[in-house]
């Protein structure tokens, strides 16, 4: 175990942004007005920031780039009305947008803030309620992002916390919910889904091991050992449906239930 990271795995390649609202763009033939609205914010206002802050090779990315004023707010308002008003099929680059925004220590500190702490939330709640019917490319960056949640051991703790309004999927049970739809989805060899989710998985477990015994980093209620079954579960169907035995979905996975079990 000790050859094993003790740092999150993190989804860190950086798209074409221009590429990204194009192909957005295009799968939306025929844009309500709010639409319109809510994706001129992503191309006039994030994607140019974005440009910015995580331009294409060889350039490194640039911390010093500021966040625009009310980016983060109307980003966020233009993702809610993206995901009220578009298809399923349409959805997938916005996830994607996010995915790399959290690789800002910034933005991945404002969504734990009482402004931003609900925009995790809404996609993954969003994306779970499909179950079974997320088209793939959209759980696919969904993953992915939940797995940049764990950029900052801040936003790590949020989305694993099982806090949550009464009629609301808490945090760490939405998440549960994704892994559930994506470790038992009957695609063969969809290494990259898998890959996904077994990152999901020990990056969770990473973020136990490293905090302190006098530091829990959850809630009290942290451990349920009705979720531990419930993923523990899913694992092991995960596993008994396994196709490819030498894949990379696989061997990561693997480590992935070995962090989660010494974390127990």
Same mark, same amino acid.
């Given at each position: 175990m000790g050859n094993i990271p003790h740092q999150p795995i993190l989804f860190g390649n950086v798209p074409a942004f221009d590429a990204v609202i194009n192909?957005?763009?295009?799968? @939306? +033939?025929?844009?309500?007005? &709010?639409? @319109?609205?809510?994706?001129?914010?992503l191309s006039l206002q994030v994607v140019p920031f974005l440009t910015s802050?995580? +331009?294409?090779?060889?350039?490194?990315? &640039?911390a010093s780039v500021p966040i625009p004023p009310k980016l983060l707010t109307s980003w966020k308002k233009a993702t809610v009305d993206l995901f009220d008003e578009l298809q399923p099929n349409q959805l997938f680059p916005i996830p994607d947008l996010w995915r790399v925004a959290l690789l800002d220590e910034r933005i991945s500190k404002w969504c734990t803030t009482e402004d931003g702490a609900d925009m995790m939330q809404h996609i993954l709640l969003k994306v779970v309620s499909m179950k079974a019917s997320v088209p793939r490319n959209l759980l696919l960056t969904t993953l992915q992002l939940a797995t940049n949640c764990f950029s900052t051991d801040a936003l790590g703790r949020y989305v694993s916390s099982s806090d949550s309004d009464p009629d609301a999927l808490s945090p760490r049970a939405a998440r549960t919910c994704l892994l559930e739809v994506a470790l038992l989805r009957n695609q063969k060899a969809d290494v990259k889904v898998r890959n996904a989710a077994a990152t999901l998985v020990f990056n969770e477990a990473v973020l136990q091991r490293n905090t302190p015994v006098d530091n829990p980093p959850l809630d009290p209620s942290y451990k349920d050992e009705e979720?531990? @079954?419930?993923?523990?579960s899913a694992v092991a169907e995960a596993i008994k449906r396994e196709v490819e035995s030498e894949d990379a979905g696989k061997h990561t996975f693997l480590q992935g239930v070995c962090m989660r079990l010494t974390a127990l």
């Open positions: 192909k957005l763009t295009a799968l @939306v +033939p025929s844009p309500s007005p &709010n639409t @319109v609205s809510a994706m001129g914010t802050r995580f +331009p294409p090779p060889p350039a490194s990315p &640039n979720w531990e @079954v419930k993923m523990i």
